[in-house]
Nanobody, 118 residues
């Protein structure tokens, strides 16, 4: 499984960023893709996920109403639009893919750092 995440950076509180993650695994089936984050000294936290077929979305409570996950099936790419960013959103963001194999998540990207300054 290969996942390449990009789009992280430094932004002021209240600003926006858009993350992207491209899947280039060998399997032709994707059940879901999602985003997780991990802040220093904290456990990895679920952010959002999207079903590849149908596009149903799911969000962690802390990002509901501010973040939007979307996908481009043709490009095997998932996006995370992050608005009204807060300092507590600072973390390394990881994308993940569920290929319907052993699950729940079969592969992880390398992470992209998002830093929100106050």
């Amino acid at each position: 499984v290969q996942l390449q995440a990009s789009g992280g950076g430094l932004v002021q509180a209240g600003g926006s960023l858009r993350l992207s993650c491209v899947y280039s695994g060998r399997r032709s089936f994707i059940a879901r893709m999602g985003w997780f984050r991990q802040a220093p000294g904290k456990e990895r936290q679920f952010v959002a996920a999207i079903r590849w077929s149908g596009g149903s979305t799911y969000y962690g409570d802390s990002v509901k109403g501010r973040f939007t996950i979307s996908r481009d099936n043709a490009k095997n790419t998932v996006y995370l639009e992050m608005n009204n960013l807060k300092p507590e959103d600072t973390a390394v963001y990881y994308c993940a893919v569920d290929e319907g194999a052993t699950g729940p998540w079969d592969g992880w990207g390398q992470g992209t750092l998002v830093t929100v300054s106050s």
